[in-house]
C-alpha cells in the first residue's frame, strides 16, 4: 500500500476564514511533506517534517502552520490567507526523508480562496 | 541551488507517435524520480533511477540515467491518449538534502 490520502479534496475559503489540511499515510513512513502546486507548475516545497519535527520550513508566510501530531499525520492550518494562495496543496511522504528516498504523494486538495 | 533542466515544455503528438522528454542537470543526483500527473491529481510514481547508466522499462515507457547521474530521459513508444498527463522529473540528494529538484514540467497531449 502506497496510498496518502488527503482531505477534503476541494476547499473553498474566505480570506477572513481558518481552515486545516489533513494528510494521513499509514505506510510508517517517518517523513512527511506540504507542496503548493500552481496549475501546469511543478510542486513547490513548503515543509518536512521527519520524525515528527520541523526539519525544513521554506520560507512560508505564517498565515500557513503545519502540525504533525503523529507519525502518520500532517495537518497544515490555514488562516487569512490571500487569493493568491489559491492552488492544489500537495502531501507526500518518504521513508526517512534520506537525499534517496521515494516521495509518494496524495491526490491534493484544491483549495480556492476568495 | 540545484536545478534541473526539463524539455521540451509543451508537447503535443497524435497517437502512435513516439516522444523523448529530457532532463538536465550540473549537478549530480543520488536518484532521479519520473512521475505523471493529471489535471486535479496528485503525481504518480511512475520510475526511480539510482544508477548511472541504468536503463528502465515500463510497458512502451524508457527511462534511462546519464552515466555522471545528472541527466535523464523519458522516451514513450507508441503514445496514446491515455500518456496525456504532467510529466515531471525529480531529483534528489546532492546538495538539497531531503528535497527533491524538480524539473519544470512537460505537458503532454495525445491527439487521437
Known amino acids: 500500500d502506497t496510498e496518502v490520502t488527503q482531505t477534503p479534496k476541494h476547499l473553498v475559503m474566505g480570506m477572513t476564514n481558518k481552515k486545516s489540511l489533513k494528510c494521513e499515510q499509514h505506510?510508517?513512513?517517518?517523513?512527511m511533506y506540504w507542496y503548493k502546486q500552481k496549475a501546469k507548475k511543478p510542486p513547490e516545497l513548503m515543509f518536512v517534517?521527519?520524525?515528527?519535527?520541523?526539519?525544513i520550513n521554506e520560507s512560508v508566510p505564517s498565515r500557513f502552520s503545519p502540525e504533525c501530531p503523529n507519525s502518520s499525520l500532517l495537518n497544515l492550518h490555514l488562516h487569512a490567507l490571500q487569493p493568491e494562495d489559491s492552488a492544489l496543496y500537495l502531501c507526500?511522504?518518504?521513508?526517512?526523508?534520506?537525499?534517496?528516498?521515494?516521495?509518494?504523494f496524495g491526490a491534493g486538495t484544491r483549495l480556492s480562496v476568495l | 541551488t540545484q536545478l534541473l533542466e526539463q524539455s521540451p515544455q509543451f508537447l503535443s503528438i497524435q497517437e502512435g507517435e513516439n516522444l523523448t522528454v529530457y532532463c538536465n542537470s550540473s549537478s549530480v543526483f543520488s536518484s532521479l524520480q519520473w512521475y505523471r500527473q493529471e489535471p486535479g491529481e496528485g503525481p504518480v510514481l511512475l520510475v526511480t533511477?539510482?544508477?548511472?547508466?541504468e536503463v528502465k522499462k515500463l510497458k512502451r515507457l524508457t527511462f534511462q540515467f546519464g552515466d555522471a547521474r545528472k541527466d535523464s530521459s523519458l522516451h514513450i513508444t507508441a503514445a496514446q491518449p491515455g500518456d496525456t498527463g504532467l510529466y515531471l522529473c525529480a531529483g534528489a540528494g546532492g546538495t538539497s538534502y531531503g528535497k527533491l529538484t524538480f524539473g519544470q514540467g512537460t505537458i503532454l497531449t495525445v491527439h487521437p
Open positions: 505506510m510508517g513512513h517517518r517523513a
Open positions: 517534517y521527519s520524525y515528527e519535527k520541523l526539519s
Open positions: 507526500a511522504s518518504s521513508h526517512h526523508g534520506t537525499p534517496s528516498d521515494i516521495q509518494y
Open positions: 533511477v539510482v544508477t548511472g547508466g
